[in-house]
């Protein structure tokens, strides 16, 4: 059981460059999250998906799209890389059951020179 | 929406000592207030959690306390030890579909040896 898990773990991208993240999870959870974390701001949603086939935006999403076409994968996109999206990125996942607990990815750590 | 403030940003104790971190919530409906630990480059690792329907819960030596009318939760750590060292994140739920957290701003505690 891995848990939620992403790839890549580092990325340096130029400007205006274009890249996707992965998130899996194999605990069956029907909520997946994307977060940004930049210092002495916490974790800031970007974009979110109650199940699979479903996205919404969060807090923070423009400059990324997502897509959810299998129950056990979330994927972010950054079409046009901007040095304002250099940050961590962590995906969470959770179920749909009584606790809202949420597990998290091991983040992606991503540069946009 | 939701929104958590957290305080101090950082804070020092000495080995053996006490810390103490406080939350405040904006939604009364929220009901469910977990605490993250994220040591560097690391994910964030869920510590202790509360439900709205209980003041207090201990685990070891954390303990964390809820006062829903003031709407403020606090995070206590008793004989602290180097290994406690990281970013420690409050959250509160969004009682909405998409189930989400809001976070804190973190809080870095530093135990010196």
């Known amino acids: 059981n891995a848990g939620v898990t992403q790839t890549p773990k580092f990325r340096v991208l130029k400007t205006g460059q274009s890249m996707t993240l992965l998130c899996a999870q194999d605990?069956?959870?029907?909520?997946m999250y994307w977060y940004r974390q930049d210092p002495g701001m916490g974790l800031r949603l970007i974009h979110y998906?109650?199940?699979?086939?479903?996205?919404a935006k969060g807090e923070v999403p423009d400059g990324y799209n997502v897509s959810r076409l299998k129950k056990q994968n979330f994927l972010l996109g950054l079409e046009s890389a901007a040095p304002s999206q250099t940050s961590v990125y962590f995906c969470?996942?959770?179920?749909?059951?009584?606790?809202?607990?949420?597990?998290f990815g091991p983040g992606t750590r991503l540069t946009v020179t | 929406g939701e929104n958590v403030e957290q305080h101090p940003s950082t804070l020092s104790v000495q080995e053996g000592d006490s810390a103490v971190i406080k939350c405040t919530y904006s939604?009364?409906?929220?009901?469910?207030f977990p605490w993250y630990k994220q040591e560097l480059g690391k994910r964030p690792q869920l510590i202790i959690d509360?439900?709205?329907?209980?003041g207090e819960k201990k685990d070891q030596r954390i303990a964390v306390t809820l006062n829903k009318t003031a709407k403020h939760f606090s995070l206590h750590i008793t004989e602290t030890q180097p290994e406690d060292s990281a970013v420690y994140f409050c959250?509160?739920?969004?009682?909405?579909?998409?189930?989400?957290?809001?976070f804190g701003s973190g809080t870095r505690l530093q135990v010196q040896p």
């Open positions: 969470a996942s959770s179920s749909s059951g009584g606790t809202y607990e949420q597990y």
């Open positions: 605990m069956n959870h029907e909520y």
């Open positions: 998906s109650v199940g699979e086939g479903t996205t």
């Open positions: 939604d009364s409906a929220s009901n469910y």
């Open positions: 509360i439900r709205s329907n209980v």
């Open positions: 959250a509160a739920n969004e009682i909405t579909g998409r189930r989400a957290l809001t």
